[in-house]
Nanobody, 129 residues
């Protein structure tokens, strides 16, 4: 059982930058592809970004492409989400998640929610205009 704890959320102005962290414990971190998702009030949870187990392949949702960067440090069992040029529409609860159907497969970094089996509790990001 993997536990995921997000941190780094906050209230900030449009155009700002913020880095979210997600620390994992209780499992072998390198077995998992990691993803970030977000959910705004009244909306479905949506894909933000994903990264493979080694950290050299990644993908992003269209709405964050070019502004957000996902990375991971396997020595610290932590995945990050660097968010730049934030917009009010980025306001949401951000969740990290772990996918375990492709351990040590470099091409495995899914964007589909159903692939993810472990979830953090989320961290709120609020962007004001």
């Amino acid at each position: 059982q993997v536990q995921l704890v997000e941190s780094g959320g906050g209230l900030l102005q449009a155009g700002s930058s913020l880095r979210l962290s997600c620390a994992a414990s209780g499992g072998i971190f390198t077995k998992y592809a990691m993803g970030w998702f977000r959910q705004a009030p009244g909306k479905e949870r949506e894909f933000v970004g994903a990264i493979n187990w080694i950290g050299d392949k990644y993908s992003y949702g269209d709405h964050v492409q070019g502004r957000f960067t996902i990375s991971r440090d396997n020595t610290k069992d932590t995945v990050y989400l660097q968010m730049n040029s934030l917009k009010p529409e980025d306001t949401a609860v951000y969740y990290c998640a772990a996918a375990d159907k492709g351990p040590y497969i470099s091409s495995y970094y899914p964007s589909v929610i159903s692939e993810y089996v472990y979830w953090g509790q989320g961290t709120q990001v609020t962007v004001s205009s």
